[in-house]
């Protein structure tokens, strides 16, 4: 009597730390995904920051570039 009621306070225990690594498991792997959605989404932005401020230095300098031609 006394072995089968620990055999199932074990398996409720097993049951319950099985339950609860699944949710921490569950719950990492969603932290794992926002934080390489971040890190893509703040990566496109410096991508197209860049860009933008490459394409603006461009048309400074070709334009100073047409000016010193002038002279």
Do not use: T
């Not at 049951?15 to 390489?36: A, P, S, T």
Request: no cysteine.
């Amino acid at each position: 009597m006394l072995v089968r009621d620990g055999e199932r306070r074990f398996r409720e225990w097993h049951g319950e730390f099985l339950r609860y690594q699944g949710e921490f498991l569950k719950d990492q792997h969603n932290r794992i995904r926002e934080l390489e959605n971040l890190r893509k989404s703040i990566y496109a932005d410096h991508k197209r920051r860049s860009q933008e401020s490459r394409d603006e230095f461009l048309r400074y300098y070709y334009k100073f570039l047409a000016e010193m031609r002038r002279y």
